[in-house]
């Protein structure tokens, strides 16, 4: 398998995404292959000449002189930079020469490279993106958070039935219950758009569709897969991030005025929960729904995400989850249109 | 002051709810009453005789014999329940018989039966729930958390105004930093409405907007005001919940395979936490907008809840805040159609 890799992109970037690339090896199969891209000068030198030989068979590196920005607008640095990490990346993809790419760079400008070189699997109206996250209960994947801000109920349909393929056969839920975001568990509540897309995954009696779910269940452990529209899915997937931040400060704060000992002793606690309720834990969200595996990752990756995001690609690429869609939405009889 | 209260909304109803409106006379002035809306029966027999001679002159109860549940369909169960406790509290508030109302009941009900019985502010075009966050950095206020589900660009504006203004004399913050939730930071982030919304926001120079802000920024104190459509709103809020309740399980669970000893002694401090950062502590949610003093609370309100919501709505009325976003409305520039 052959996994091209955007140097550039990323908080961290090149340093924690190459060192995140080159750990990797340890855990790929032999006939693994990874592909960095970046102005080569750059990537060579920050592979360095130890890892450039020990590595050479395996490692190989795409000169993408370009490099787009974490600010940039997405549609209009795909349309100028052709020549960057991001556009170079989806280009190898839609090509045939890579069978995955991986990014931590601009989101929308990675969304925007994918759709536009790979395409969409047949029968996918829109892809989207999916996050997992690691609850007490067990990871819930949420999709979309961020690729299709305003969505038509078909998207919602299929977003349910993509991230239910990622949560089986990805994360080894047998049959993911699926929630649909909205605002009370009653089939009245929510948007003229939200009850269409609940009729839609009603109709399917193939999905284990639970009903609306609220913000809180996310955390209770009432679903699987919880789908919603790019717009809600990113201010859930941020606050989620923000409050779980703002709380261990409360938390450490609160601790120390108690007793700096206290706090100490709090401390592994928190190292060993941080570790095992990390977003980087994941690696990255799949984009679903376009011809190839890709996986963004998140802008604040280092070296463990860039890790965990190469293992998630295989096991992504390795159970056809691609495949999978495409034979489940050519034998659903759910049709929506997308005009 | 006449404070009107529905002692059957909540999942603690009526013991909790009256119990909070007994204690809340040890904070209310000489001249402040309250009235007690529920089955007259039911709810004299929960005051107890002891404290219906106490308070006699400043205790009234109105008998409303209909309870709307907090399942049912709120625009229904308005129509049929003309004498339920909910309808008849928005009722005395018309007539000018109550200067604030408080229900910890069904809040789709509650705002139907404001909004059709106190009519708008003039200037208003929807009212929105306006919830305060309480963070490490500073109560944020976020509005709308779940009245109005599908906004158009002037309700976001009115939205910023009004919580603007309950930030500003019901919280102590003298410049109240406005916020528009979305999903990136720059301009061109975010559906069509939320960019009209940003204009509207953005021509009114009296407003302290400082832009877009995306989820994690609620608890970053990077702004006082936080404005949504009520969809969005009430994710954010039951997401809020959910996940703050999911931590700290988390967190204890960690603990307690530490070590027992160790999850004893955060025990107290957690307890700290729950009580400096709860939602009960700021009562319920103001309904901004509408001509009248209106505070929803959480469904699971208790003793406290109801005490804090009755200094609040004192405060509110005190305040004037009604009279100080009419007016504000009535020379702001800023139109829009809520066709």
Known sequence: MRIAIDAMGGDY???????????????????DKIILLGPEALVKDKVGSKNLKKYG??????????????????IEAIRQKKHSSISLMARLSADGLADAVISAGNTGACVAACQLRMRNIEGVNRPGIAVVFPTFEGPVTMCD???????????????????????????????????LMSIGEEENKG?????????????????????????RDIFKGKCDVAVSDGF???????LTEGLVDGLFKIIKHELMQESLLLAMKFKPVMMRLFQKYDYHEYGGAPLLGVNGTAVICHGS?????????????????????????????ATTTVRGTDE
């Open 301 to 329: 990756s280092k070296i463990r995400t860039i890790r965990n995001a190469v293992m998630m690609s295989k096991k992504f690429h390795g159970q056809k989850i691609n495949e999978k869609i495409r034979e489940y939405l």
């Open 191 to 215: 948007s003229d758009v939200i009850k269409k897309a609940r009729e839609l995954l009603k109709s399917d009696k193939n999905l284990n569709y639970i009903g609306n779910i609220e913000g």
């Open 13 to 31: 970037a090149p340093d924690e995404i190459i060192a995140g690339a080159i750990e990797s090896f340890e855990k790929l199969d032999k006939d």
């Open 232 to 238: 809600v899915g990113n201010v859930v997937l941020k």
């Open 57 to 74: 068979s395996v490692l190989e590196i795409v000169d993408a002189p370009e490099v787009i920005g974490m600010d940039e607008s997405p």
């Open 145 to 179: 958070v961020g690729a299709n801000i305003s969505c038509k109920p078909i998207n919602y349909y299929q977003y349910a039935v993509m991230a239910s393929m990622y949560s089986k056969h990805v994360l080894g839920i047998a049959s993911p219950r699926v929630g």
